[in-house]
């Protein structure tokens, strides 16, 4: 009977929560179930309404389970977003007493680096290593064997509001699953988009989804700089239907179907159908008055970007560029705006192809579910079913682990 670790990554997001159910044998990955479900209960990234958010998980969740065949699920690994999230870099250095250094010397400086005032109404949600410092020698990855007598770390800090933070673990927890990694969106869509050799060279993901916009800036492999803007594809919606006087979802389905940013590449001589209110008779708008609003919204989107970037003096470090990705990105002439605007080089990211689930899964609204999926392989304490069933035997050890998996998780948050 074949062991196999049953993986489960759940992206609640704004537009939609997505469920993913994998299994990680010794050949890699095998995408078991996806369970996609219109969101309800989110606003700009923040749970708002908590039974509308549990239907919602609840009904992604439940898709991925007939999908997979798999009744019994436990732990999940859970991104979060929103405009409460606050990430900042920090430093810390620690004497070392021995010759080599050792890895309680490396936590033993991480939690020196997270020694920073934070407010009481906000968590430590990620303390990511970017790099450390051993006497004078800078750009050290593993620092682990080294000699040296003092050891410094700089690191990237994401918190995020305690409530809302718990809010999320709720609805998850409401809906069956506990949630036993809390990650970042962007730093989960970074993961399954970018390769190496761009988070080397020094890139920008930028994740436009419904409510928010994610940005998340990568430079020699490490985490620089990320970001919650509370600007997203929804906002592209409301303002077709303001300035096409139409209901949102007819104003969704235009941008969907014809969305174009930039006028200069609509057909003049193409013309839209748009229905407006019940009862009033359909009317053709030029496709270049779509680019027009659509572009209007994009433009301010990436200067927002831009001002971010200027404003942390991060612009010399994004030597590959921008990576766009999210549902927004599918926007016609967006990558090219971005060029224009950002003065870099732009391009849509899409996730790279995992799972054997075929092309089905290669959308950039699926970047954040995936990536979350490959950090979930992180996790220690997956899920161990034997041929998808869990025996007593396994169930009283897999609680067993629950318990310290639990308390290691969460020793951030609580
Ligand atoms: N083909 C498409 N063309 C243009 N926009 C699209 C397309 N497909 C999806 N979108 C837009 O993408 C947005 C949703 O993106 P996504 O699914 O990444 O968001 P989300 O994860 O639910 O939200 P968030 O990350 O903000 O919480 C919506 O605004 C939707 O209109
Ligand atoms: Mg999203």
């Known amino acids: 009977m074949e062991t196999k670790n049953v993986l489960v990554a759940l992206d609640v997001g704004t537009t939609k929560v997505c469920t993913v159910i994998a299994a990680e044998s010794a050949e890699g990955f095998q995408i078991l179930g996806v369970g996609s479900h219109p969101s309800h209960g989110l ?182 700089h990320s970001q919650i803007i509370p600007l997203g594809g929804n906002h592209f919606t409301n303002d077709l239907a303001v300035a096409l006087k139409i209901p949102h979802n007819e104003a969704e389905r235009i941008k969907i179907q014809n969305g174009i940013v930039l006028p200069e590449q609509a057909d003049p001589r193409v013309h839209v159908s748009v229905q407006g209110l019940t009862g009033t008779r359909a009317k053709e708008v030029p496709l270049t008055a779509v680019a027009e609003v659509l572009g209007a919204r994009a433009e301010e989107l990436f200067t927002v970007v831009k001002d971010i970037i ?21 926007i016609r002439g967006l990558a090219d705006l971005a060029e224009y605007t950002l003065e870099k080089p732009a391009k849509i990211g899409y996730p790279r192809p995992i799972g054997g689930i075929g092309n089905v899964m290669q959308d950039p609204k699926f970047s954040t579910v995936l990536g979350l999926l490959l950090d979930s392989t992180q996790q220690e304490n997956s899920i161990q079913v034997r041929s998808h069933k869990s025996d007593s035997a396994d169930e009283s050890d897999f609680m067993g682990r629950i318990g310290s998996s639990f308390k290691n998780v969460f020793k951030d948050l609580f």
């Open 43 to 224: 606003k700009k990234g923040s749970v708002v309404n908590i039974d509308k958010t549990v239907q919602s998980i609840k009904a992604s969740i439940d898709e991925a389970k007939v999908m997979a065949g798999i009744d019994d699920l436990h732990d999940a690994t859970v991104g979060i977003a929103g405009n409460h999230i606050f990430c900042f870099n920090s430093s810390g250095v620690v004497p070392c007493k021995g010759k080599e250094i050792t890895a309680a010397d490396v936590d033993r400086v991480i939690e020196a680096a997270k020694a920073v005032l934070i407010p009481s109404d906000r968590e430590v949600l990620h303390v990511i290593p970017q790099e450390f410092k051993v006497d004078n020698t800078s750009g050290i990855k593993d620092p682990v064997g080294m000699c040296g007598t003092r050891l410094e770390v700089y690191v990237h800090i994401v918190t995020g509001k305690t409530p809302l933070i718990q809010n999320l673990i709720k609805c998850v927890e409401q809906a069956g699953l506990r949630p036993n990694q809390i990650i970042l969106q962007p730093i989960a869509s970074s993961r399954s988009v970018l390769t190496s050799e761009e988070k080397e060279l020094g890139v920008a993901l930028i994740d436009i989804g419904g409510g928010t916009t994610d940005l998340a800036v990568w430079k020699d492999g490490a985490l620089v």
């Open 310 to 330: 200027a404003d942390k003096n991060l612009a010399t470090l994004i030597t590959g560029g921008y990576v766009i990705t999210g549902g927004g990105a599918m």
